[in-house]
Nanobody, 121 residues
């Protein structure tokens, strides 16, 4: 069982930055990936970014060029650095973790409760 706790959300102005953290109750297994997702009212959940424990990283289209995902294996924490924030980045950001299955799929078995990000213009 992996427990995930997000932190670092807040209210900022457009153009500003935030860094979100996803802390885990224990070490992530080597075959795991950790992803960030976001959802705002009336929209579907959107993939933002993910990192595998081997260092492989993938970004969603909305995150490319502005967001950076990283991990600290010692602290069992995954970060999401968000720069040049826009009002459309507003939402509840949740991290999730789970094993890689098949060739490239990730089964996100564990979810945090989320941290709210609000970007005003």
């Amino acid at each position: 069982q992996v427990q995930l706790i997000e932190s670092g959300g807040g209210s900022v102005q457009a153009g500003e930055s935030l860094t979100l953290s996803c802390g885990a109750s224990g070490r992530f297994p080597s075959n795991y990936a950790v992803g960030w997702f976001r959802q705002s009212a009336g929209t579907d959940r959107e993939f933002v970014a993910r990192v595998k424990m081997n260092g492989d990283i993938h970004y969603g289209d909305s995150a490319k060029g502005r967001f950076t995902i990283s991990r600290d294996s010692v602290k069992n924490t995954v970060y999401l650095q968000m720069n040049s924030l826009k009002p459309e980045d507003t939402g509840l950001y949740r991290c999730a973790a789970g094993p890689t299955v098949g060739a490239s799929q990730i089964r996100y078995d564990y979810w945090g409760r989320g941290t709210q990000v609000t970007v005003s213009s």
